[in-house]
Nanobody
Framework: HVQLVESGGGLVQAGGSLRLSCAAS????????MGWFRQAPGKERDVVAT????????YYADSVKGRFTISRDNAKNTVYLQMNSLKPEDTAVYYCKASSVGTVSYDYWGQGTQVTVSS
């Protein structure tokens, strides 16, 4: 069992930057693949970026590639999403996800943090 708490969201102008953090507790952080997802009003929740347990493998949605960077610090039990060159279409609630890796997999979700990008 792991609990996830996102922070760092807020209101920024287009072209600005934010860094989201997701702090994990109650589990073995290094045993989870981590990801950031986002959901805009009336839209499905979509993957933004994922990172492997060791941090050596990453994936980015095409819409954020080159602008966002996912990273993790296993010593601090924290995953980050650095968001640069923000666009109004990045406006959404951003959620942190932890995925167990093994014979039986399970996903854990944070409560989300609002990111609003003004034009």
């Amino acid at each position: 069992h792991v609990q996830l708490v996102e922070s760092g969201g807020g209101l920024v102008q287009a072209g600005g930057s934010l860094r989201l953090s997701c702090a994990a507790s109650g589990g073995t952080f290094s045993s989870y693949a981590m990801g950031w997802f986002r959901q805009a009003p009336g839209k499905e929740r979509d993957v933004v970026a994922t990172i492997s347990r060791s941090g050596g493998g990453t994936y980015y949605a095409d819409s954020v590639k080159g602008r966002f960077t996912i990273s993790r610090d296993n010593a601090k039990n924290t995953v980050y999403l650095q968001m640069n060159s923000l666009k109004p279409e990045d406006t959404a609630v951003y959620y942190c996800k932890a995925s167990s890796v093994g014979t039986v997999s399970y996903d854990y979700w944070g409560q989300g943090t609002q990111v609003t990008v003004s034009s």
